[in-house]
């Protein structure tokens, strides 16, 4: 099946420092991508959907120069959260959609983000 | 924003079926519904989705009701690694690029 990778699963950074996580698609090509937070206990929340060589469309209350997307291939979209604050600290995680699939997006397995 | 109403949390004994239940009255007519649930710390992992009529495969049924204002997610034989949060979403589906909302979904407990 479908299978979306998300790399660094953990990272932990500075505050002030930017820090880049990527989304790529294994085995099938994803014109769209979506990337989520979740905060401790809580559901995830749609940041910005992604859009293979265009610019992506935030979500309201997301702050676009926050949090850089960039989706240049077919199969890999980054996210880079700039100048991070311990605010920044989540579970960030990216969904892809197959563009033949019938079974719903594919999600990664989520990176860990801790800013000290 | 979400569109699905769920109860927070539910037990389940092992071995016994788990019935999760989700409102979404004001689904359209060309919104699915879809099914994931996520164990702690990972990303989603789908389960199910139907349009109108139930549907079964290895993991769970859906049963949708006729006027798709609500749906029940079946786990037939529920086992300790089937605890997690289970979101019910409504969506137009993936080949229109929609987006997934995220309720707050049902944290399932299973009891040895």
């Known amino acids: 099946g479908a299978v979306v990778s998300q790399h660094p699963s953990r990272v932990i950074c500075k505050s002030g420092t930017s820090v880049k996580i990527e989304c790529r698609s294994l085995d099938f090509q994803a014109t769209t991508m979506f990337w989520y937070r979740q905060f401790p206990k809580k559901s995830l929340m749609l940041m910005a959907t992604?859009?293979?060589?265009?610019?992506?469309?935030?979500e309201q209350g997301v702050e676009k120069d926050k949090f850089l997307i960039n989706h240049a291939s077919l199969t890999l979209s980054t996210l880079t959260v700039t100048s991070a604050h311990p605010e920044d600290s989540s579970f960030y995680i990216c969904s892809a959609r197959e563009l033949q699939g019938l079974r719903g997006y594919t999600f990664g397995s989520g990176t860990r983000l801790t800013v000290v | 924003d979400a569109k699905t109403t769920q109860p927070p949390s539910m037990d389940c004994a092992e071995g016994r079926a788990a019935n999760l239940p989700c409102n979404h009255s004001t689904i359209s007519g060309n919104e699915y519904v879809y099914w994931y649930r996520q164990i702690h710390s990972q990303g989603p992992q789908y389960i199910i989705h139907?349009?109108?009529n139930n549907e079964t495969n290895e993991m769970a049924s859906l049963i949708i009701t006729e006027d798709r204002k609500s749906s029940t997610l079946i786990l037939p034989h529920a086992t300790l690694r089937d605890t997690a949060v289970y979101y019910c979403?409504?969506?137009?589906?993936?080949?229109?690029?929609?987006?997934?909302?995220f309720g707050t979904g049902t944290s399932l407990t299973v009891i040895p």
């Open positions: 992604s859009n293979e060589g265009s610019k992506a469309t935030y």
């Open positions: 139907g349009l109108k």
């Open positions: 979403i409504v969506s137009r589906g993936p080949n229109t690029g929609n987006q997934f909302y």
